[in-house]
């Protein structure tokens, strides 16, 4: 029974005693003593005051239930919307020891949340940063909120996170400090998001040097070239001028000089030419220009080309060729320059035997095979003929001279027109180059430019 109740039924009582005096009290007894009267009334009248005031409390009673009951609400849907923050909240008194967590907080510091209350907030930070933490209490209120700060805390059982804190104050009507609230948010993901976006912006500066590096030194290659390439040119033409008795003939002796000043001049600038194409292609300033042609036409103009040298060495150049024109949409000249290379390297690694080439339709592309009976390329380095300045033979001591371009120069070239170039070999039996190349312009490559219409 409450307080209101029992003042509810005092004054119930209080009015049934008044109505039993009133009922046995007659006319002649209440007029012959008036002080009897008078106090009935005054009795009466209080009573009625009672009840009056009594109703008052009762409806102040039930608006403060209610007013009770909003509260509670207000209360439990504070501690749903508490609960249910994504984020990390806890609520600490002034020196930080822990008062409320949400189930955030709990999830991130690996506890149960009625175990952190009561705990110092600082038990779970990082022991760097426990003296920074320190010093934020010592600094509130004056600092309302701190701005956001990083520290590393220890969940329990756990390895190191780091975290973005941010520090409020809570005072009561007074002004005075009564708890602190505090926003932890895990920024893991953020640091290795800006992690990672600092090794792409470091790589992308790598990236960048590097792609300077390569202009400029393929600008000077090219500069290089040139300029080599015009004395190289006025050797060439004084001796073939010599050779041929221009001004004057020369002794026998003297022409065999003359010749190996040419063949060495001849052999100098080829290389320089290798170097220019590779240069030109890297670049991108040497487009492919295609147009209608004939294989088998193509493929003998390059035998055409390595047979001197061929025949030097005293080896054979066997060809496979369809006895029909086989007509193709491509580069003519680059795939020309491609078989010559191929057919060339094949006949300097070649001491004995012999050089093939072979010419076959396989679908929708034209398969080229040059083979040779050399050295053979070992397993390990059939990937890396194809890398720009790479060679078989290592150092100085080598015996087959060149640049190590013309390899990585035909893969480029063969892609670049929509094709593949392979390499199959056993060291010490011999080597097969295999180039497929589509027929129509529209089976593969990059874009291209199509040769003008002769006019």
């Keep these: 029974m409450t307080e209101f109740d029992d003042l509810q039924r005092q004054i119930g009582s209080l009015r049934r005693c008044l109505g039993e005096l009133n009922d046995g009290a007659t006319d002649s007894w209440l007029e012959t003593s008036p002080l009897v009267r008078e106090t009935l009334e005054e009795l009466g009248t209080t009573i009625e005051e009672l009840t009056v005031s009594q109703e008052h409390l009762r409806v102040a009673n039930e608006e403060l239930a209610l007013s009770r009951h909003a509260i509670e609400q207000e209360h439990e849907r504070y501690r749903d919307l508490f609960d249910s923050a994504p984020e990390a909240y806890v609520v600490t008194d002034r020196f930080g020891t822990i008062r409320e967590a949400n189930r955030a907080a709990a999830t991130l510091f690996g506890i149960e949340g009625r175990w952190l209350v009561g705990k110092p907030l600082t ?3 990082a022991d760097d940063d426990r003296a920074a933490l320190h010093s934020w209490l010592a600094r ?6 701190i701005e956001e700060r990083y520290i590393d805390i220890c969940p329990r059982g756990g390895v190191t996170v780091p975290v973005a804190v941010t520090v409020s104050v809570v005072c009561d009507r007074e002004g005075e400090v009564t708890g602190l609230r505090w926003l932890i948010r895990d920024v893991s993901e953020r640091k290795r998001a800006e992690a990672q976006a600092r090794q792409l912006a470091e790589e992308q500066v790598a990236r960048d040097e590097a792609e300077a590096a390569n202009r400029a030194k393929s600008d ?31 002794p026998k002796a003297a022409s065999a000089q003359v010749s190996r000043i040419d063949q060495a001049a001849h052999h100098l600038l080829q290389l320089i030419e290798e170097i220019l194409a590779f240069e030109r292609l890297n670049a991108g300033r040497d487009p492919d220009r295609r147009e209608a042609c004939d294989l088998v036409e193509l493929a003998s103009e390059a035998v055409s080309f390595v047979y001197p040298l061929a025949e030097r060495k005293g080896l054979p150049i066997r060809t496979d060729l369809p006895e029909a024109p086989l007509p193709a949409h491509t ?16 006949v300097k690694f070649t001491a004995e035997g012999e050089v093939a080439l072979q010419l076959a339709v396989e679908a929708d592309h034209a398969v080229f095979r040059v083979r040779d009976t050399g050295v053979g390329i070992a397993a390990s380095d059939q990937k890396k003929i194809f890398e720009p300045f790479w060679q078989v033979e290592q150092g100085n001591t080598r015996q087959v001279e060149g640049t190590g371009l013309g390899l990585a120069i035909s893969s480029q070239i063969v ?6 170039l392979r390499v199959e070999s056993t060291v010490g039996q011999g080597t097969t180059f295999l180039m497929r190349l589509p027929l129509r312009a529209d089976a593969g490559g990059e874009p291209q430019v199509d040769a003008p219409d002769a006019a």
């Design 123 to 125: 038990v779970y930070t």
């Design 140 to 145: 509130l209120p004056e600092e309302n909120p």
């Design 220 to 250: 000077f290659m090219a500069v290089m070239s040139h300029e080599l390439r015009t004395p190289l040119t006025a050797i060439i033409g004084y001796s073939e001028l010599m050779a041929m008795g221009i001004p004057e003939p020369l």
């Design 331 to 346: 580069d003519h000249r680059k795939v020309r320059q491609v078989l010559v290379n191929l057919l060339s390297n094949a």
């Design 415 to 420: 892609s670049r027109l929509g094709g593949e």
